[in-house]
């Protein structure tokens, strides 16, 4: 079968105006719920989001990161502040995030003003990770070349080894990000490609909904 030919008709439900919450917020968090109850599948991460960024000179780059903290402070994830999309977000504070959930023929699409979190917030979340995982966030040179995968395996054992009667130190190049909307947009797969797509926008702070075209 050719690409051309690949395709599916999407039918689990429909989206009308009357049904949705007023905030944005509100909505995105029912519908989290809803996938987090419904797929029970262990593997399947429903924080996996794709984050696009922007450079100075305009240059887009896009990567799956996990969302860690959602609420009216904005959509928090972590990362290495001299990783390509922290320097991205540094120079050009603005991100397009998306949640694709297939199994509910579902996407949530976020866009929005980006800002790094306080210190405490990015420690208290760092302290909570396994020690691995923290020793990898501390030694990885994120987005720049390595030698070879013998070399990075050395720095993390060479890590783990001093750090074995004590805490791993938190990194100063590293920490979270929060994403605060500016719009928001809902889409449910309908059958035909009429595709349901409800849109919230930042207004005179308030919130405005409307319907666009598939």
């Given at each position: 079968m050719s690409?051309?030919?690949?395709?599916?008709?999407?039918?689990?439900a429909g989206l009308d105006e009357s049904s949705m919450d007023p905030n944005p917020l509100g909505q995105f968090h029912s519908w989290f719920d809803e996938i987090r109850?419904?797929?029970?599948?262990?593997?399947?991460?429903?924080?996996?989001?794709?984050?696009?960024?922007?450079?100075?000179?305009?240059?887009?780059?896009?990567?799956?990161?996990?969302?860690?903290?959602?609420?009216?402070?904005?959509?928090?994830?972590?990362?290495n502040y001299k990783s390509a999309k922290g320097l991205d977000?540094?120079?050009?504070?603005?991100?397009?995030?998306?949640?694709?959930?297939?199994?509910?023929?579902?996407?949530?699409?976020?866009?929005?003003?980006?800002?790094?979190?306080?210190?405490?917030?990015?420690?208290?979340?760092?302290?909570?990770?396994?020690?691995?995982?923290?020793i990898s966030a501390a030694v990885s040179p994120q987005s720049r070349e390595v030698g070879d995968r013998r070399s990075l395996e050395e720095l993390v054992k060479k890590a783990e080894i001093e750090t074995e009667n004590g805490d791993v130190e938190f990194p100063q190049n590293w920490g979270g990000f929060e994403l605060q909307p500016l719009s928001y947009e809902f889409w449910q797969g309908r059958e035909n490609r009429l595709h349901d797509r409800l849109q919230y926008q930042r207004e005179n702070d308030r919130w405005k909904m409307r319907r666009l075209g598939p």
């Open positions: 690409l051309e030919d690949l395709r599916k008709q999407y039918t689990l109850r419904k797929v029970t599948d262990p593997d399947f991460e429903a924080n996996a989001m794709a984050l696009a960024t922007a450079n100075a000179q305009g240059r887009v780059a896009n990567r799956i990161v996990l969302l860690k903290g959602c609420d009216e402070r904005g959509f928090r994830f972590f990362t977000l540094l120079v050009n504070p603005f991100a397009a995030l998306l949640f694709y959930w297939p199994q509910l023929e579902r996407q949530v699409r976020i866009e929005g003003t980006v800002e790094q979190t306080d210190r405490e917030v990015s420690k208290k979340y760092f302290d909570s990770r396994p020690r691995m995982s923290r």
